[in-house]
């Protein structure tokens, strides 16, 4: 790599997508990207791991259309006002012949499910209903793009939940957070906090929106899985309801939940890559084993033969390769260590005569000999390992990025270190809104709203760094994406 | 079931959608229609199925924009004029702002992938280059819709691939058969027959189009993965060339291949559905095991904890339920069988106390008593029965479809029968087509090609069966959905 991760995030971020072939810019619609193999393979086993864990949790996947009639999309006030801006319209089929109705490209599916909601949920004997899909959804952002971080077409998974009580839907979205922990900190590595945004940071047609928040190297935040109470300003308008014990008509209370598997993607690479490339944790590798024949024309048969044997006697369990193109040996292993490979075997006529081979870790510098008869068992252990150093390290920087300040001035001077600053606020409803465009104007960041785990009071006395009205809340300001 | 799958297959087959909620009509999008958890819980595993198998190949998975520029459309000549007419347009966005250019919502994604095709191949070395996607294409179809058969959505992969040579491309050409072979025939249990299509009949671009025909039980034709070779048709306007040994410029031979999974489904449910509902092989069932228990309340608490036991020792290796509703043991028996879980365990006091079960096969009348210790084992081997005796079952069906005929008349009678009959044909090359237009308006039948496994050879002295010149094909023709 030309560019370090920590001095220049965002060149390095533009190498590692063109040499890695992770994405390619140059398709030739504004804001869409073509995502290529090496990113797909491990986004598709991101969408294994969570659908997984989503259908664990009792969620479904359906299906539903990609295009949703404009008159759909009108039935949610606030919800239309906040998308309609970034709708793309599909208004015409064949040679120019027009459609009855102007049908939108999906944006989110709200307005697509409610509708069959209403003809499902007849009494309680269908409640709750948790469904998701996975799929992709097109905003037109105006926002300048950047592959995986924010684009015009974007893959995600949407749950789309509906229950006969409040308190029902309340727990669904302290479910959802805890899904987030579970496969994107546990699994995928990355850590975060989850936040309550304020008011009018909210998803459009929501209750209360609540998100996860990580970091990039630069110190700028990007928003990750979020999840709505919905309440019941959607089920109204879309008359999704049911007949309670005393045959009395009532809406659902709805959520959902949007976990965006390219964004998290995005996250996944910059939050565990290094100045020699990718790192990935063992389970989402595209490749989890490189093996590198290293030969002379004289043993090239017993060390290619040998190469096979290991390959057939680990296939079953791992994704892995030989590499036998015609690079040197110091080619492949730069190439494959800036590809994120985790675990790398060197096969040459010393590991054939002595039944073993060299084995490389990317997470570390050393090699080490290991016994063939030992090599299943390696593996099994240390690409668990590697997970969970990568972890450990993602968890160590992001702790280090929190700060605080109870003046204007320290916020400023904290939010040119980057990460998060925790002030003293007056309020996340509505009227704290002024306070927050000031400190936005003043200091480029965010309110990202209140923790959600509630693991921090304010002082007693503690006003608001903007306004010096009495504080409510301790917020996090940070700079985004 | 209130209808009878070989007396009245249309109304069984919309009932079936209804009852076992694998589909829902009622989208108010004319030929969209919603994909229920039931069906799409199959879906995912055939696309996981087919995704493995093109993946062993050396395929590789890519997500490529839904969107296509109407100039990339408009590349290659025959292309556009055949799939033009059904294009769905994105012409606006926001609140009505027109697009710099119109956007095909892919109906097919050939113009959308060369493109980039052209930027990523250089040289030898770049080739073969094999990529697929799964996604879902638009087509503004105007033949009557019907869910899975046919809808202006719907859901496949796409194989798209590029070789040096004329010959490589004939070779894959060969493998895709091979592949639809191993996979819808073997793991889905569909029998087809391949056929190179007439002239009349390829793909919008191919030299070549090479197609597979099942049957519905009406006796109606169904196209299931068709392969095309598209020779140069393609790499000439949208340059994708390399430089060959000697430095000179060649363009690339390509082909692609698309299973329709969404309409393999329909197959799948209508070849092994029988009267009492759904049957699947056992890989593919939502639910494999579905254990009922059956107490009093003075032995709930027993039947359901060895309900639960049993559970949790087998729910490592199969997706099974526990059904506790509030049924009666002989509905849940007619739900589930209509549903098609292929394996059924009811546990009362009688099983609990002698450490046994019952276990009744979807495939199967009789019921059996099975000792706890031994279930796991018998639960592996009638899985792996129960597919091959539905594969067994179609071929069976299949192969008892196949007529003969020479004459007109007994074409019209014989195609009355429903299924494919033989007939000898003057021409698949355009000089046909007439003949093929004739045979159509009096007898409704299609002609759908020369078998590709070249197993039957003409009579000596076969004349068309149409314009009584020499023939030179044994055709198949065929009503067709």
């Known amino acids: 790599m030309d560019n370090k991760k920590n001095e220049n995030f965002s060149e390095w971020y533009t190498e590692i997508l063109q040499k890695a072939e992770l994405a390619d810019i140059r398709y030739n619609v504004k804001g869409f990207v073509v995502f290529r193999p090496w990113s797909v393979l491990t986004m598709e086993r991101m969408y294994d791991i969570y659908e997984k864990e989503l259908q664990n949790k009792g969620h479904k996947p359906a299906w539903f259309p990609i295009l949703i009639p404009e008159s759909n999309f009108n039935l949610e006030a606030s919800h239309v006002e ?3 801006p970034e709708v793309f319209w599909v208004t015409e089929h064949g040679n120019g012949e027009k459609l ?13 499910m409610y509708k069959m909601y209403s003809l499902w949920i007849q009494g309680l004997v269908d409640l709750p209903l948790k469904i998701y899909q996975r799929g992709s959804v097109y905003r037109h952002e105006t926002k300048a793009t950047r592959p995986f971080i924010r684009g015009r077409e974007f893959y995600w998974i949407e749950a789309h939940n509906c229950f006969a009580t409040e308190k ?9 957070m805890q899904t987030t922990e579970e496969v994107m900190h546990q699994e995928f590595c990355i850590p975060f906090i989850g936040f309550q945004r304020p008011e009018w940071d909210k998803f459009a047609g929501s209750v209360n929106t609540y998100a996860a928040d990580t970091l990039m190297p630069d110190g700028k935040v990007i928003q990750q899985p979020s999840t709505h109470l919905l309440g019941q300003h959607f089920s109204k308008p879309f008359d999704v309801s049911f007949q309670d014990e005393k045959g009395e008509k009532q809406y659902v209370w709805q959520t959902c939940y949007g976990p965006a598997i390219s964004r998290m993607y995005a996250s996944l690479i910059s939050v565990l890559g290094d100045d020699k490339g990718l790192r990935f944790p063992f389970d989402l590798a595209p490749i989890q084993v490189i093996i590198i024949p290293i030969y002379k024309e004289e043993n090239k048969r017993d060390v290619l033969k040998y190469c096979n044997k290991i390959k057939k006697s ?6 892995l390769e030989i590499d036998d193109s015609k690079n040197t040996p110091g080619f492949k292993f730069n190439e494959w260590e800036m590809k994120g490979v985790p675990i790398r075997l060197e096969v040459g006529g010393r590991e054939v005569e002595n039944n073993q081979v060299t084995v490389s870790l990317r ?5 080490q000999t290991i016994k063939l008869i030992k090599l299943k068992k390696f593996i099994r252990i240390n690409g668990r390992e590697i997970t969970e150093q990568l972890r450990k390290e993602a968890d160590i920087n992001f702790t ?4 605080h300040a109870k003046t204007m001035e320290n916020l400023k001077k904290a939010l040119r270190k980057g990460g998060f600053v925790k002030v003293p606020f007056c309020s996340i409803k509505m009227k704290g809104k002024d306070c927050a465009d000031h400190i936005k104007a003043e200091t480029g960041g965010d309110i990202r709203g209140i923790r959600v785990d509630g693991k921090e009071k304010l002082v007693e006395g503690d006003v608001c760094i903007f306004c010096g009205k009495p504080a409510k809340h301790l917020v996090y300001v940070a700079r985004q994406y």
Request: proline share 2%; no cysteine.
């Open 168 to 176: 029902e839907a309340k727990a669904q979205v302290k479910e959802d």
């Open 314 to 319: 680990l296939s079953n369990n791992y994704r």
């Open 100 to 112: 009855e109705e102007k049908l939108a490209l999906r944006p989110t599916s709200e307005t697509a």
């Open 363 to 367: 997470t570390s510098k050393e090699k």
């Open 82 to 84: 906040g998308f309609k």
């Open 400 to 403: 280090n990025t929190v700060h």
